[in-house]
């Protein structure tokens, strides 16, 4: 009989779920987006039942053939990480989730620190630096802000334990997204005793812990007639949606780096040992015995968007095209002509950071498409400097670029020239659901290994080579970009 895999990205603004056969075709795509509330300032809030609706929607829309349904084997998740949702005895929500982009915790940050040690002990055992939100933190807060729902609350969940629950009665959280939540240590792969006691939390009110392609359960009978499936089908621990995208892209060995650019640029490294010294978020990736580095510019893809919708307005209130967009910079010129752009929250520097952006180098001569190239040569710079920092290296096989700028050839070849390496692009758009469809595969034993899942899911690469003439120009504008964003770092007393 044939089978098919189901790979589910529980995003925060909404759920995709791609099916696909076993054999590697892809043969459904759905989504359901769902809001994130700010009841007020600071606060970012979810309805996890939100979550599970989409889940259900997206699932029996790629499965509406009942054959299709009963034949699928497995499913794995990619997920959003840090968000805590307090469940009762019987699994329902006892207040809103509290999102990964949270702010309320700023008291019990400074708590933690006064109690536990400076901040830097809580990266050394998660991998993620300890800030206002996180699971650990928002725990916290609920005991002293809502200690009746605090007491009422029989598990602390996280968004995969949460689905988990849902699908299989196990509520279990993978590794990959553990560190995240701030209450594992990855080093051990344990539960953190010191973190447990400044929370409040004991271990039996929080989820079991497992790795990225180990097999949770089967479904219950009541999960499957939800989702249109059979009970035989089983629930594989997926992965921090990062980790997830990365596994779809093929980023599976020390050396593969994979940029993935949407309204934030992250930059995600795999390698054989973690990274600690490097100071980048640190996880244990999707794929067995490898870790992964992260580093993020936060409005990476922001930047160009802010230009398209405040400088190129017509007045019938459209926007321009993206291919007018990339037909007229191609005919710029902007760091070669002495234009330099530095992106909102940008690293000027390791260990410096700008709120603000800036251009150095505007000219009267310098029209809307002159500042265009220069924003989009200006991630790019920022990006690779980003990638410095890393203690992986690149691959003589290239970097990876995933997201908005991989359909711009025009962004694929300046990031290609000024990294000075092949730039490889994925074809397919939502690959957190390729790399949750590769671990479902994996996990439940069609596939012997993850390698082998991504070769048998067919995803095709596109492939952007340097050329040799522009490679030359970049590197001198380059170590320009980076010695001006110095002096600015100086100037803003950073």
């Not at 650990?136 to 996280?158: G, Q």
């Amino acid at each position: 009989m044939k089978q098919y895999l189901l790979g589910i990205d529980v995003g925060t603004t909404g759920t995709k779920t791609l099916l696909f056969s076993a054999d590697g075709e892809l043969l459904g795509h759905a989504y359901r987006p769902y809001a994130l509330h700010t009841p007020q300032v600071g606060y970012s809030e979810q309805n996890a039942e939100d979550w599970w609706n989409a889940v259900c929607e997206t699932v029996r829309e790629v499965c509406a053939d009942p054959e299709i349904g009963k034949a699928v084997a497995a499913i794995s998740l990619s997920l959003q990480g840090g968000t805590m949702v307090a469940v009762d005895k019987d699994g329902n929500p006892v207040r809103p989730a509290m999102v990964w982009n949270d702010g309320r915790g700023e008291a019990q940050k400074e708590a933690y620190i006064r109690e536990v040690g400076e901040a830097d002990t809580m990266y050394q055992k998660t991998g993620w630096r300890l800030g206002k939100a996180m699971l650990a933190i928002e725990i916290r807060w609920m005991r002293e802000n809502e200690p009746e729902l605090y007491e009422k609350t029989a598990k602390f969940l996280s968004v995969p334990d949460y689905i988990s629950m849902k699908m299989t009665g196990i509520p279990a959280v993978d590794l990959s997204d553990g560190g995240n939540n701030q209450l594992i240590n990855i080093r051990t792969g344990q539960y953190d005793p010191e973190i447990l006691e400044f929370a409040g939390v004991t271990e039996d009110r929080l989820p079991k812990i497992v790795r990225s392609g180990d097999v949770i359960g089967n479904l219950t009978e009541e999960a499957a007639q939800a989702l249109g499936l059979s009970t035989d089908t089983v629930l594989v621990a997926g992965a921090h949606d990062q980790y997830a995208v990365a596994l779809g892209a093929g980023a599976l060995k020390d050396g593969d780096i994979l940029i993935g650019s949407g309204t934030c640029w992250v930059v995600t490294a795999i390698g054989d040992e973690p990274a600690f010294e490097t100071g980048l978020a640190q996880s244990i990736s999707a794929v067995p015995g490898k870790w992964g580095s992260l580093l993020s510019l936060s409005s990476g893809g922001v930047c160009l968007e802010w230009w398209r919708r405040n400088l190129t307005v017509a007045p019938d209130g459209s926007l321009l095209p993206f291919d007018v967009i990339n037909e007229e910079v191609a005919k710029r010129k902007a760091a070669e002509d002495g234009l330099f752009f530095y992106p909102f929250s940008g690293n000027a520097a390791p260990g410096r950071k700008f709120s603000k952006a800036s251009f150095i180098g505007l000219d009267l001569s310098h029209d809307r498409f002159d500042i265009a190239r220069a924003i989009m040569e200006g991630v790019a710079f920022q990006a690779l400097w980003m990638m410095e920092s890393f203690k992986t290296k690149p691959s003589k096989e290239g970097l990876k670029l995933a997201g908005g700028a991989s359909k711009s050839a025009l962004w694929c070849q300046m990031v290609a020239d000024i990294a000075n390496l092949p730039v490889r692009i994925p074809e397919v758009a939502d690959l957190a659901c390729v790399g949750a469809a590769i671990m479902a595969g994996t996990g439940c034993g069609i596939y012997p290994n993850v390698e082998e899942g991504y070769k048998r899911l067919a995803v095709r690469e596109r492939v952007i080579y340097p050329d040799p003439a522009n490679a030359a120009k970049y590197a001198p504008l380059y170590a320009e970009y980076k010695q001006k964003a110095n002096l600015l770092g100086t100037v803003y007393g950073l």
